[in-house]
């Protein structure tokens, strides 16, 4: 439904040189190997090319190591020129359907997982009821990972938690999200309105690692506190952390859009009543030196004001 069609794939390789295709995968896949499965050619006939660009340019592209490649600094260089100028063609193209009225185009987009709902999923398929020709790359990826993706232009946006501080990146709109304490039905606080971190000592907890921006959070509201953070479990998978509370006496901290307490299948999602730790920010990011396609730019005004009115669609 959402996978990129034949029509965009053709017209990239049409004007982009195979060299250049070559080594945009060798970069993605860290590895010739893998490159070479996922353009269905032979790792000799890949390895052959990277050499003749890199002989071509004078310059080492890549690292080798004992297990796949990494880029040099000439490569990170030449796979930002390549990106951008997919960019660039991308979005010439779409001008050039728009003058026959066909509404087509890619967008690529980093998301924690947090996002999913209420805001990413639904407006993804709303958006696809009235731009049947536009296609989507949806990446689930922690806080971190997903400022990064933009900033490297290796996604047109991004949703996390908590506007980064850089200069490359420009928050499009934000909503805010509350910290919710995530525990089974029978648990000891199930019956709890609202919670302070101090109701939540003496019980095992279950939380984001360092890529997650709810784990930056809690960090830092333990260190206000006299309080030992010290999580039995530390995950980048939501899922494992909730089925952990759901299972255990573990309590799971997430952010949710509303502010209430709710039972959220067998878990009970309690607020926080700590206002000033409770309270975090859900930030759309664009790259500032990036312009974006007709389809992405589009796609992210319905995106930002689903969220600015705290709703889907």
């Not at 592209?61 to 390549?82: D, K, M, N, Q």
């Not at 996002?115 to 049947?132: K, N, Y």
């Not at 901290?253 to 509303?258: C, D, G, R, V």
């Not at 974006?292 to 889907?312: E, S």
């Amino acid at each position: 439904m959402f996978g990129k069609g034949k029509k965009a794939v053709a017209v990239s390789q049409l004007v982009q040189p195979r060299a250049f295709r070559y080594f945009e995968a060798v970069a993605r896949r860290g590895s010739i190997r893998r490159a070479a499965e996922s353009l269905n050619i032979a790792s000799s006939a890949v390895n052959r090319m990277i050499l003749e660009l890199e002989r071509a340019l004078g310059a080492q592209l890549f690292e080798r190591l004992p297990r796949g490649v990494r880029l040099t600094s000439a490569g990170e260089f030449l796979l930002l020129h390549i990106r951008r100028s997919n960019s660039a063609f991308e979005t010439v193209h779409e001008q050039i359907d728009a003058l026959k009225g066909v509404q087509r185009g890619h967008v690529a987009i980093a998301a924690v997982e947090a996002a999913i709902e209420p805001f990413l999923a639904r407006t993804v398929a709303q958006f696809h009821l009235a731009h049947r020709r536009v296609t989507y790359q949806v990446r689930i990826a922690g806080s971190v990972e997903v400022a990064n993706a933009v900033a490297q232009e290796q996604a047109d946006l991004g949703i996390t938690i908590n506007t980064p501080n850089s200069a490359r990146l420009l928050a499009l709109a934000t909503a805010a999200y509350y910290l919710h304490a995530f525990v089974g039905r029978s648990h000891p606080l199930a019956r709890y309105p609202a919670l302070r971190l101090t109701d939540c000592t003496g019980f095992p907890v279950a939380t984001g690692d360092e890529t997650l921006g709810g784990r930056q959070r809690l960090e830092h509201a333990f260190e206000q506190t006299s309080l030992d953070f010290r999580p039995v479990l530390a995950s980048n998978s939501i899922a494992l952390m909730l089925q952990s509370a759901k299972y255990s006496d573990a309590i799971c901290f997430q952010a949710l859009p509303l502010m209430r307490r709710r039972a959220i299948g067998a878990l009970i999602a309690i607020p926080l009543a700590d206002r000033d730790i409770a309270e975090v920010e859900m930030a759309l990011i664009t790259n500032k030196r990036r312009t974006l396609t007709t389809a992405a730019a589009t796609f992210a005004a319905q995106l930002a004001q689903a969220m600015r009115r705290g709703r889907p669609g």
